[in-house]
């Protein structure tokens, strides 16, 4: 369990001066790669936790060891509970480890901490995009739900949008913003934001609002959005696993057809979305219809050959 890891790792960090990633990884029983991930983690979550290298060096907390919680700063015990939130619903011992940390702060940061929690999710579902780092507007959204603040974004081609954050969620390498306008919630990709202000102006979600509820929602509603044209493929052995992977919530495997080869359905929003989704599979797969995905397929087929015979 992540969670419960990186709070091993803060513990070792605040009980030394500095501590090496094959230092961390042997005390930890984890790979070095492991223990460089969860070091990098705190660190980009706002945590001061720096390499100093060369020799001699390793990974320290800003200021020196510490022994107890209280030597963080507001903002920084923020980050780090936000970035532990994916610890709801985990193992008991997680959870337990969680509440301890919480205990440990001081009375006036205990609030915010708890607010960063109860806004932060990690959905472990995916819809093919690979794993990206956390954008730099993240830190933002989550210091302004901790203090149950409104913001104002601008996104894509909109500006100045006004909305109530109510929580943050990670889901195939991306992290998304749940917010309502004044409409109900909507769900904004983080790395699209092109700018956010905390506005001074108190906005909090309503007392009964459940962010893993309103998170489902808004995952139906976006799926539905995807999948509402389908397609039968047939799969060769090799590229089933692959195939499967990349569609991910949008390819539901039917049968097997023989020789390894599987009947798939894959879904997108559109004919012409699919093709283009579809197309660079054309080595592993044979598309059996509809007839408006044949011909988005054979259209996308002629602009190619247009372009590059």
Same mark, same amino acid.
């Given at each position: 369990m992540r969670a419960d890891r990186l709070i091993r790792v803060l513990f070792v960090l605040q009980s030394r001066e500095s501590v090496t990633a094959a230092q961390l990884a042997a005390e930890l029983e984890t790979s070095v790669a492991t223990a460089r991930r969860d070091l990098e983690a705190l660190s980009m979550s706002g945590v001061p936790v720096y390499p100093q290298p060369g020799r001699g060096g390793g990974w320290r907390l800003l200021g020196g060891a510490r022994t107890n919680l209280t030597g963080l700063t507001e903002p920084e015990s923020t980050a780090l509970f936000a970035l532990l939130g994916g610890a709801r619903g985990a193992a008991t011992e997680a959870a337990s480890a969680v509440q301890k940390l919480l205990a440990a702060l001081p009375a006036p940061f205990r609030h915010s901490a708890e607010r960063?929690?109860? =806004?932060?999710? #990690?959905d472990g579902a995916a819809w093919g995009d690979a794993p990206r780092s956390a954008p730099r507007e993240l830190h933002t959204l989550q210091q302004a739900i901790s203090h149950g603040r409104a913001i104002q974004l601008s996104y894509r081609t909109h500006s100045g949008i006004a909305v109530t954050p109510l929580g943050v969620a990670a889901r195939g390498g991306?992290?998304?913003?749940?917010a309502d306008p004044g409409d109900g919630p909507r769900m904004y990709r983080v790395d699209r934001i092109r700018g956010v202000s905390i506005l001074d102006k108190e906005a909090s979600p309503p007392s009964d609002f459940d962010l893993s509820s309103a998170w489902a929602d808004a995952v139906a509603e976006v799926e539905s959005l995807r999948g509402s044209t389908a397609a039968e493929v047939i799969v060769e052995k090799y590229a089933v696993s692959a195939f499967v992977s990349r569609f991910g919530r949008q390819a539901s495997i039917q049968d097997a057809v023989g020789d390894g080869r599987m009947r798939i359905? #894959? /879904?997108?929003?559109? &004919?012409? &979305?699919? #093709?283009?989704q579809l197309a660079?599979? =054309?080595? &592993?797969?044979? $598309?059996?219809?509809?007839?408006? $995905?044949?011909?988005?397929? #054979?259209?996308?087929? /002629?602009?190619?050959?247009? /372009?590059?015979?």
């Open positions: 960063a929690i109860g =806004s932060t999710l #990690a991306h992290w998304y913003l749940l359905e #894959a /879904r997108a929003q559109s &004919a012409e &979305a699919l #093709a283009e660079g599979w =054309s080595a &592993a797969i044979d $598309v059996v219809g509809p007839p408006e $995905v044949h011909s988005a397929l #054979a259209e996308l087929g /002629r602009k190619l050959v247009e /372009r590059y015979e």
